[in-house]
């Protein structure tokens, strides 16, 4: 065989092991889809990867289709792309990730890989990067209802925490947590289990007041039972001033949220439900944030399972001061499962996301 031959043979191998195929997974219900049933930032997906020459089904989820579903994909496509948000399919993820696991083990490239939203999207990533900077050195994540009833009562001692559910969204289960004992202690103490507490909840600020023993047996519940986990996080007095949130197309940045918490005295919270007013801004606007960011991006995901940056993903920070005076940023969360972007549609961040889907792909099976 000349070596042209031989050549051509192997091109055209590759040829036929990419199909140009993509399919995109959505669940029923929920209050994100449009008038036709399906989220409003999927068309614009399918609809760019199709202006590229690939192929594009959109399939609905459901657990008992889940056999028939992985079949019929395990050998059509290059890759899923996973738009379901979480609370979304009424018995839960687990089905769902077990058969995106398998297609992923089937070859198709995963956007994401249930390990990647895992990995990047739990609470406790914040505590894997403890030691880099991007959040306080006492931030803490609970596993065992154990742990928490030990470390909480001396945490709190030290001021204003945060304790973050895994589960749950938009600001459930977030507890903004101060003392209001009038009796004295110092930092450092084991605070006495009837020592009066006021709590805040993210998800609409409203205040609840409890002993840290009542507290603490409420909020056992965010620690039992699957992906169970409470993070205990310093309060950042400077969220008045507003979270602001990153929005990547892999490792690119594509716009900036400033997320400003409602006027009230006790608002806290950045989610929309809560009243913060949120403003979209360049890039640009956050120089200094943004290029801590993405400069640092090697070593986050390294701390954080060595994975490719998640096709689109969000990094949430909150302002602080360093010894000098000058602004810092601290990182209060990371979002990776299902991360919407309807403000940018008419911007062209389909195309974006189009471009990173075949070039992953491309180079996964070249
Ligand atoms: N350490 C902190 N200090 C001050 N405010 C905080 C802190 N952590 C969180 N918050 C506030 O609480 C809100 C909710 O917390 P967080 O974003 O961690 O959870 P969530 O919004 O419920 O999760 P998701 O964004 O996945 O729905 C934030 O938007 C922010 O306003
Ligand atoms: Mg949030």
Redesign the pocket.
């Known amino acids: 065989m000349s070596g042209f031959f031989v050549r051509f043979e192997a091109i055209k191998s590759k040829i036929k092991i990419m199909k140009q195929r993509v399919v995109i997974f959505e669940a029923e219900g929920g209050t994100d889809k449009g008038l036709d049933g399906y989220r409003k930032d999927t068309i614009p997906i399918a609809n760019a990867l199709r202006e590229r020459g690939w192929n594009v089904d959109i399939l609905k989820f459901r657990d008992e289709w889940a056999d028939k579903i992985y079949n019929y994909a395990k050998d059509r496509y290059d890759a899923y792309i996973t738009r379901v948000n979480p609370g979304t399919i009424p018995s839960g993820e687990k089905i769902f990730f077990e058969t995106l696991r398998k297609l992923s083990d089937a070859g198709l490239e995963g956007f994401s890989h249930p390990d990647v939203m895992q990995d990047l999207g739990a609470?406790d990533a914040l505590v894997k990067l403890v030691g880099t900077g991007l959040v306080p050195e006492d931030t803490y994540a609970y596993y065992t209802v154990e742990e928490f009833k030990n470390t909480f009562p001396r945490s709190i001692s030290f001021g204003e925490r945060?304790l973050?559910q895994n589960r749950?969204?938009?600001?459930?289960g977030?507890w903004?947590v101060q003392v209001i004992d009038e009796r004295p202690y110092k930092p450092g103490d084991t605070l006495p289990l009837d020592t009066k507490l006021k709590l805040t909840e993210?998800k609409d600020n409203h205040v609840e007041y409890k002993t840290l023993e009542e507290f603490m047996d409420f909020a056992t519940q965010y620690i039992e039972g699957d992906n169970g986990m409470l993070v205990d996080?310093?309060?950042?007095p400077r969220?008045k001033e507003g979270?602001i949130r990153i929005l990547m197309v892999g490792e690119e940045p594509i716009f900036v949220v400033h997320?400003k918490?409602a006027e009230s005295a006790d608002a806290?919270?950045?989610?929309l439900f809560s009243g913060a007013k949120y403003t979209y801004d360049r890039p640009e606007d956050w120089k200094e944030l943004v290029d801590m960011f993405t400069g640092r991006l090697p070593e986050i995901m390294s701390k954080l399972g060595n994975h490719d940056a998640p096709l689109i993903w969000t990094a949430?920070f909150?302002l602080d001061w360093d010894e000098n005076g000058n602004d810092t940023y601290v990182l209060?969360?990371i979002?990776n499962s299902c991360v919407g972007f309807t403000s940018h549609l008419n911007q062209g961040i389909q195309d974006k996301i189009a471009d990173r889907v075949i070039e992953l792909v491309s180079k996964k099976k070249a």
């Open positions: 609470k945060v973050k749950g969204s938009t600001g459930e977030i903004r993210a996080m310093r309060f950042m969220i979270e997320k918490p806290f919270s950045a989610t949430d909150m209060g969360e979002n």
